[in-house]
C-alpha cells in the first residue's frame, strides 16, 4: 500500500523555523518525484517546492526561495522540508505527493498524497 505520512508542523513565531518529513511507505522515493505543496484557507494548492527523481534537482516557488531547503534522505525513504525565516503568509496546511518524472509545480500531475500537516505562524 502506497503511502506518505507529513509530520513536523506546528505554531511558530515570525522569522522560526519548522522541518517538515515527508515518509513514504510501500514505495521507494528514490524513484519518485516528491513536491511539496500548500493550502490556506480559501486559497487553491500551490505548489512550494519540488526534488526531482531523476536527476536531483530542485526546484522552489519564488515565495519561499531562499528560505526553504527540499532534501531526501533515501536511507530512510523521507524527504525533508526545512523551513527557515517563516512569515505569517506561509501559513497553511502543507501536503507532500509523489509522482514519476520530472518535477512540476502543478498539483494535478501528482498521482501520491499525504494528509497533510498544519503550519501556523504567528506571534
Known amino acids: 500500500q502506497v503511502q506518505l505520512v507529513e509530520s513536523g508542523g506546528g505554531l511558530v513565531q515570525p522569522g522560526g523555523s519548522l522541518r517538515l518529513s515527508c515518509a513514504a511507505s510501500?514505495?521507494?522515493?528514490?524513484?519518485?518525484?516528491i513536491g511539496w505543496f500548500r493550502q490556506a484557507p480559501g486559497a487553491e494548492r500551490e505548489g512550494v517546492s519540488c526534488f526531482s527523481s531523476s536527476d536531483g534537482s530542485t526546484y522552489y516557488a519564488d515565495s519561499v526561495k531562499g528560505r526553504f531547503t527540499i532534501s531526501r534522505d533515501n536511507a530512510k525513504n523521507t524527504v525533508y522540508l526545512q523551513m527557515n525565516s517563516l512569515k505569517p503568509e506561509d501559513t497553511a496546511v502543507y501536503y507532500c505527493?509523489?509522482?514519476?518524472?520530472?518535477?512540476?509545480?502543478?498539483?494535478?500531475?501528482?498521482?501520491?498524497w499525504g494528509q497533510g500537516t498544519q503550519v501556523t505562524v504567528s506571534s
Open positions: 505527493a509523489a509522482k514519476r518524472d520530472m518535477c512540476t509545480m502543478s498539483p494535478r500531475w501528482y498521482a501520491y
Open positions: 510501500g514505495f521507494t522515493l528514490d524513484y519518485y518525484t
